[in-house]
């Protein structure tokens, strides 16, 4: 599909990128600067494997967990050692275009989080060109829902998301819980170098096996949806945090500051992050490590409340 036209006043600033530009604008591999382009998707799958294979050797854990009818709609549950019937609840949304990227290469966290008590859930969803967007939010809306209902005197549930997974984790903020008959206890939302309007990526290359049209992305880009949204009568008081890697590319940086501050006018307690030293792929890869500002932050909001 070619590019908009010209832009006019007040448009978004993509629209006067080149093809070529846009294309690498969201094309977050590009961007890495500690290894050559190529080498990089692969080594984050292979980071994510091994963290994968050690938290199924070292965490109690239920695996394949089915949260729906679907083939795909599974969900990995790692526990801590300790066993109770109260406890925090991490949900993860893995990344990759909505198109690649699974539950069995995105236990990155588990170790970190169940050694302080926090249960671990890395939840699947059914990815292009099986899955639809719309397919897709909805799968995530009834991941959330089963968690509330299997687990119903838990301390919270703090839904993250990476890349194409914060995508999906922001749609919850416009989820409307009452047709599930369930109001989950979500206390927290941490967004991870996410895309929250969708329309640029119909004009790259990323949306050759997501066959996304203008309509798709306009209903599924939370940063739209919150524009046009009436205020909400009781926007929920718990804390919406939205990162960027120093090393993401300027309309992944943009998106999220657009994104965090349509937040704070809609009456969310929203902050924006940015933080330093990474890109698009080790600030989830290293999650690995207890020492890592992200970890201490999500213990953090966990533990203290943000």
Same mark, same amino acid.
């Given at each position: 599909?070619?590019?908009?036209?010209?832009?006019?006043?007040?448009?978004?600033?993509?629209?006067?990128?080149?093809?070529?530009?846009?294309?690498?604008?969201?094309?977050?591999?590009?961007?890495?600067?500690?290894?050559?382009?190529? @080498?990089?998707?692969?080594?984050?799958?292979?980071?994510?494997?091994?963290?994968?294979?050690?938290?199924?050797?070292?965490?109690?854990?239920?695996?394949?967990?089915?949260?729906?009818? =679907?083939?795909?709609?599974?969900?990995?549950?790692?526990?801590?050692?300790?066993?109770?019937?109260?406890?925090?609840?991490?949900?993860?949304?893995?990344?990759?275009?909505?198109?690649?990227?699974?539950?069995?290469?995105?236990?990155?966290?588990?170790?970190?989080?169940?050694?302080? =008590?926090?249960?671990?859930?890395?939840?699947?969803?059914?990815?292009?060109?099986?899955?639809?967007?719309?397919?897709?939010?909805?799968?995530?809306?009834?991941?959330?829902?089963?968690?509330?209902?299997?687990?119903?005197?838990?301390?919270?549930?703090?839904?993250?998301?990476?890349?194409?997974?914060?995508?999906?984790?922001?749609?919850?903020?416009?989820?409307?819980?009452?047709?599930?008959?369930?109001?989950?206890?979500?206390?927290?939302?941490?967004?991870?170098?996410?895309?929250?309007?969708?329309?640029?990526?119909?004009?790259?290359?990323?949306?050759?096996?997501?066959?996304?049209?203008?309509?798709?992305?306009?209903?599924?880009?939370?940063?739209?949806?919150?524009?046009?949204?009436?205020?909400?009568?009781?926007?929920?008081?718990?804390?919406?945090?939205?990162?960027?890697?120093?090393?993401?590319?300027?309309?992944?940086?943009?998106?999220?500051?657009?994104?965090?501050?349509?937040?704070?006018?809609? =009456?969310?307690?929203?902050?924006?992050?940015?933080?330093? =030293?990474?890109?698009?792929?080790?600030?989830?890869?290293?999650?690995?490590? @207890?020492?890592?500002?992200?970890?201490?932050?999500?213990?953090?909001?966990?533990?203290?409340?943000?």
């Amino acid at each position: 599909m070619a590019l908009p036209s010209s832009p006019s006043p007040g448009q978004a600033p993509w629209r006067t990128l080149s093809s070529e530009e846009l294309e690498k604008q969201y094309s977050p591999r590009r961007w890495v600067i500690r290894m050559k382009t190529e @080498e990089v998707v692969g080594n984050f799958m292979q980071i994510g494997s091994q963290a994968t294979q050690k938290a199924r050797a070292t965490r109690r854990n239920q695996l394949d967990v089915s949260y729906g009818d =679907g083939v795909g709609e599974k969900m990995d549950i790692y526990f801590p050692d300790e066993d109770s019937k109260a406890f925090p609840l991490f949900m993860f949304l893995h990344g990759g275009y909505w198109q690649s990227g699974s539950k069995d290469d995105s236990a990155f966290m588990v170790n970190p989080l169940t050694a302080q =008590g926090i249960v671990v859930a890395v939840v699947a969803y059914d990815i292009a060109p099986k899955g639809t967007l719309d397919q897709m939010v909805d799968q995530v809306s009834r991941s959330v829902v089963f968690l509330q209902r299997r687990y119903p005197s838990n301390e919270g549930i703090y839904l993250c998301g990476h890349s194409a997974g914060a995508h999906l984790a922001a749609m919850m903020l416009l989820a409307s819980w009452t047709k599930h008959g369930v109001t989950p206890n979500i206390q927290g939302l941490l967004l991870v170098s996410g895309i929250y309007d969708l329309e640029p990526l119909v004009f790259t290359s990323q949306n050759d096996l997501l066959h996304m049209t203008l309509e798709d992305a306009e209903r599924n880009s939370p940063q739209r949806l919150l524009e046009v949204a009436p205020a909400r009568p009781v926007v929920p008081a718990y804390p919406v945090l939205v990162f960027v890697a120093q090393h993401d590319s300027p309309e992944f940086h943009r998106q999220s500051k657009e994104f965090c501050e349509t937040l704070r006018l809609a =009456g969310w307690k929203a902050s924006f992050q940015e933080l330093c =030293g990474v890109d698009h792929f080790d600030i989830i890869e290293n999650l690995t490590r @207890e020492d890592y500002a992200l970890t201490q932050i999500i213990l953090k909001m966990i533990f203290q409340k943000l």
